[in-house]
């Protein structure tokens, strides 16, 4: 999975659970691998192990059936015992190499920078696959408040280091070009997606605006 066998990050859909519309983790996936996803996130906070576990092979079966590699927020154990195809952490978390004793060399490993390139750096030399840039845009997603970067965050960590970039945090199919053009080799996304009143029609339509801006940019 590694090396030159890359997965396409274009669009990266994390998962969420929204009771209040009758959704869960596996249903949110479901609809974005119709509509397109070239890649998912299992984000899960408030579920035992157990029960996330059975979520995350879930989704894996379905994503793996479609060619999507399926990454896990967070938990190693999830992405060892679900036979994810990556891992995703912030800088809380397990470190990179820790990360990559336990999971091998096979497994992606993703990591959330807040825009400084230094930090880029260090990730990319610690052994990252991909970095998370954001939050770009103001986003209700996450509780802790943060500072936004803006799309320039990202043509400025795109220009040291030699790992796909994506954009988070509050993208949308009103600015998710933006974020194509200013070097961000795809873009992740939260609400765009479980909040949809149709979720595969947003999907595709976030797939759509994807391949336009790739296509504009040249790649």
Request: proline share 4%; hydrophobic share 45%; glycine share 12%.
């Amino acid at each position: 999975m590694r090396g030159d066998e890359r997965v396409d990050l274009g669009l990266y859909v994390i998962t969420a659970s929204i009771p209040g519309m009758g959704r869960d983790h596996v249903d949110v996936a479901t609809a974005a691998i119709e509509g397109g996803a070239t890649a998912i996130q299992l984000r899960i906070k408030r579920r035992s192990m157990g029960q996330a576990l059975k979520i995350a092979i879930a989704i894996r079966c379905s994503a793996r059936e479609a060619g999507v590699p399926l990454f896990i927020n967070d938990h190693v154990g999830i992405a060892m015992a679900s036979n994810a195809e990556g891992l995703h952490t912030g800088p809380d978390d397990i470190s990179l190499s820790s990360a990559r004793r336990m999971l091998g060399s096979e497994i992606l490993l993703g990591r959330s920078t807040d825009g400084r390139p230094a930090d880029a750096i260090k990730m990319e030399k610690a052994g990252a696959d991909y970095i998370a840039v954001g939050p770009v845009y103001p986003t209700d997603t996450k509780r802790i408040e943060k500072t936004v970067t803006g799309p320039g965050a990202i043509a400025k960590i795109k220009a040291v280091v030699n790992i796909p970039v994506l954009a988070i945090g509050g993208i949308n199919r009103d600015n998710l070009g933006e974020c194509i053009e200013a070097g961000a080799d795809g873009v992740a996304v939260i609400s765009a997606v479980a909040m949809a009143e149709d979720m595969v029609a947003a999907t595709a339509e976030l797939r759509q605006k994807l391949d336009i801006a790739r296509k504009k940019r040249g790649g």
